[in-house]
């Protein structure tokens, strides 16, 4: 079975700083990677998902995130907050075969300050 | 409409009553999720619906009970629920490529959730 390790459960971070959140995966099969955003009172939305080809794959509202399979890693980046980025990010991992069963992180809150 | 919804958005309850939770798409999608949200924990996949049929049940106790009359509807009826049940309840559906054997490619879509409270 697969899991996602979201280690931070918050990030507060300026507004135009950078800002890194970061996901861990475990599985013993090739995996799918995604990254969800949760807005207040909302439910979650595609932000972007790694399926194959290139390893970094970039969101239309600056978000990037690269896998990289010898470190298990899918980390979300980007390089300059705004405000309206305040929200809680989960990190996703799904494997081939079977119904679209997706795990899920337990989520990072990303609070911007002005 | 467009989307996922669901209704109500918010809900509170007894123990002892029964209530259900309704959700819609109009994505033309054919299969449909029941997630539970709790705090500082993992979204919980509960019960998944292919083709209005159910190929997921995740333990879920049976004080929760699924109903998928098509493809666009997905209810989840409630009864003699415990106050540790309170979360947010997120409705999903997905364009689920294969009946029983899906691509793990599919995006998800998700409802804004209906925040349920037990007393």
């Known amino acids: 079975a697969q899991s996602v390790t979201q280690l931070d459960s918050q990030v507060p971070v300026f507004e135009e700083a950078p800002v890194e959140l970061r996901c861990n995966y475990s599985s013993s099969v090739s995996v799918y990677l995604f990254w969800y955003v949760q807005y207040p009172n909302q439910g979650l939305q595609l932000l972007l998902k790694y399926l194959s080809g290139s390893t970094l794959v970039e969101s239309i509202n600056g978000f990037e995130a690269e896998f990289n399979k010898s470190q298990t890693s899918f980390h979300l980046r980007k390089p300059s907050v705004h405000i309206s980025d305040t929200a809680e990010y989960f990190c996703a991992v799904s494997i081939s075969g079977g119904y679209q069963k997706v795990t899920f992180g337990t989520g990072t809150k990303l609070q911007v300050i002005p | 409409e467009t989307g996922v919804t669901q209704t109500p958005r918010h809900l509170v309850m007894g123990m002892t009553n029964k209530k259900s939770l309704k959700c819609e798409q109009h994505?033309?999608?054919?299969?449909m999720y029941w997630y539970k949200q709790s705090a500082k924990k993992p979204l919980e996949l509960m019960f998944v619906y292919s083709l209005e049929e159910r190929v997921e049940n995740n333990s879920v106790p049976s004080r929760f009970s699924p109903e998928c009359p098509n493809s666009s509807h997905l209810f989840l009826h409630l009864h003699t629920l415990q106050p540790e049940d309170s979360a947010l309840y997120l409705c999903?559906?997905?364009?689920?490529?294969?009946?029983?054997?899906?691509?793990?490619?599919?995006?998800?879509?998700f409802g804004p959730g209906t925040r349920l409270t037990v007393l």
């Open positions: 994505l033309g999608h054919n299969a």
């Open positions: 999903a559906s997905s364009h689920a490529t294969k009946m029983t054997s899906g691509s793990g490619t599919d995006t998800q879509y």
